[in-house]
């Protein structure tokens, strides 16, 4: 497990609008009362989620002041169509666990609300092990007991420690908790909706299979249990501590061989399906979050949507593998033992250009944004579906530009969102427009002049052409650039 990436520019956060959706959480913020010696000292907008039905997640990062001086901590805020939880779970404010508990606000004139884990009204896994002594009754229950490994049990003499890893109000959390000062941590990851018993024992059966597949070199963390009672999902820590993956020439290839890897596994028919319509409502939802939250800002979204709308890829199930869903080089990570795949509940059937597109737009929007420096931080995407190829990966062309046009537009708008400046996003845009531009004349001029390609195959060989450079080139210019 490990916190998302959140794409740094800078102190990685922005400044948020002072009206609209964000407006309401930040006048809610403004009336917490602090305790005695801390004071907020600014507020910033670090990331945005755009669910369904209209609503809007927000992660604020907030700078307090305090004796020991300043420090930063996170509380999530949820505007939406509908009123906010009326159940008040009351803490005392606190700093504990690594993190900012005991706040839950309302607004139910602006359907808005703030929460941090401990009252968050909608996850009570959270609830459970973030109140006080939540820790200790987790290490003290019994069905803990039976999951923990030897030497994970509660000791006598030790001091029980947990960290706030990540956490989505409402949805889920990841804790690391280490039962004593020598013991190794365990990962508890709590959620709004078990996975049932069935998807759990699957996911085990694929983890296995990936690592035999690959001669033990692709892993995911081992999962220890469930306790479905709890909400909570227990696994392994990686250990030794590894180390990230990121964009030189043999951390993309070795990217392409763990998709190949994922998309080579068998299916059973009972998968979640991830269709392409469930790629483009997402991008429908992040239209509607910017014409509220960034009306005055112009983005080709509208126009891209307009050129994908009638392409979106109506392939059925004989077409699709199994996928990671999020696939981008946050979650490998890599020690002398293995590489390992993490955030691994999210497999599905789906197409695997979805994977490779993930990818790719990702590795576009860190080197526009800077966060990754020189020819190792830029993709080449022809590397990678080279190297997807050489490991037995298929693409179908069409396809995959199609879905990398939508990621491209989706990453860009959610950044969009959180206050990026143009300049700085306007490579990943430039691409997206590029490629939808594109994507219709694919099946023809594509494959004429790029791709090798029997019309009967249902999938395609990794497209090297000229296309994919061309679109590349346009990515790396200058922000502005002609």
Request: proline share 8%.
């Amino acid at each position: 497990m490990n916190p998302a990436s959140t794409h740094p520019v800078g102190d990685a956060t922005c400044h948020p609008p002072t009206s609209g959706p964000m407006g309401a959480l930040t006048d809610l913020v403004n009336a917490i009362v602090w305790p005695a010696g801390t004071g907020l000292t600014d507020t910033r907008l670090a990331r945005v989620w755009a669910g369904r039905n209209g609503r809007l997640t927000f992660d604020l990062q907030l700078t307090l002041h305090g004796p020991s001086g300043a420090s930063r901590h996170s509380v999530q805020g949820v505007v939406s169509i509908s009123s906010p939880p009326n159940r008040i779970v009351k803490q005392p404010i606190r700093f504990e666990h690594g993190s900012l508990l005991g706040i839950l606000r309302t607004d139910p004139v602006r359907f808005a609300w703030l929460s941090t884990p401990d009252c968050d009204p909608e996850l009570p896994p959270a609830r459970r092990l973030f109140r006080p002594r939540g820790l200790h009754d987790l290490l003290a229950d019994a069905r803990f007991a039976r999951i923990a490994p030897a030497g994970q049990e509660p000791s006598r003499t030790g001091s029980p420690a947990m960290n706030l890893v990540s956490y989505r109000v409402g949805r889920r959390f990841v804790a690391a908790i280490r039962t004593d000062d020598d013991g190794a941590r365990l990962f508890v990851k709590g959620f709004r909706r078990m996975p049932g018993p069935t998807s759990l024992h699957r996911a085990a059966e694929l983890a296995a299979m990936l690592a035999t597949r690959s001669s033990g070199e692709i892993r995911v963390p081992l999962v220890r249990g469930a306790l479905p009672e709890l909400g909570l999902l227990i696994s392994d820590e990686v250990w030794p501590a590894p180390s990230p993956v990121h964009y030189a020439a043999a951390d993309v290839a070795l990217a392409a061989r763990v998709a190949a890897a994922i998309h080579s596994l068998p299916c059973v028919g009972d998968e979640r399906v991830h269709r392409a319509a469930d790629e483009w409502d997402t991008v429908d939802r992040w239209h509607d979050v910017l014409g509220v939250l960034c009306p005055h800002v112009a983005t080709p979204l509208q126009e891209i949507r307009e050129r994908l709308r009638d392409q979106t890829p109506t392939a059925g199930r004989e077409t699709m593998t199994l996928i990671h869903r999020d696939f981008h080089h946050a979650q490998l990570l890599r020690n002398e033992r293995a590489i390992w795949l993490v955030d691994w509940d999210t497999l599905c059937l789906g197409h695997p250009e979805q994977d490779i597109a993930t990818y790719a737009a990702h590795a576009v929007l860190d080197a526009a944004l800077g966060s990754v420096s020189g020819d190792d931080g830029f993709i080449r995407l022809n590397a990678f579906l080279d190297a997807h190829h050489n490991a037995g990966g298929m693409i179908d062309s069409p396809r995959l530009g199609w879905y990398l046009a939508v990621a491209l537009a989706r990453v860009a708008a959610m950044h969009t969102a959180r206050g990026f400046p143009d300049g700085a996003l306007a490579p990943v845009w430039q691409l997206a427009l590029a490629i939808s531009d594109n994507t219709g004349l694919w099946t023809e001029t594509t494959r004429r002049n790029h791709v090798d390609i029997a019309p009967s195959q249902p999938c395609a060989q990794p497209s090297t052409g000229a296309f994919h450079r061309d679109a590349m080139a346009l990515a790396a210019r200058e922000p502005g650039a002609a």
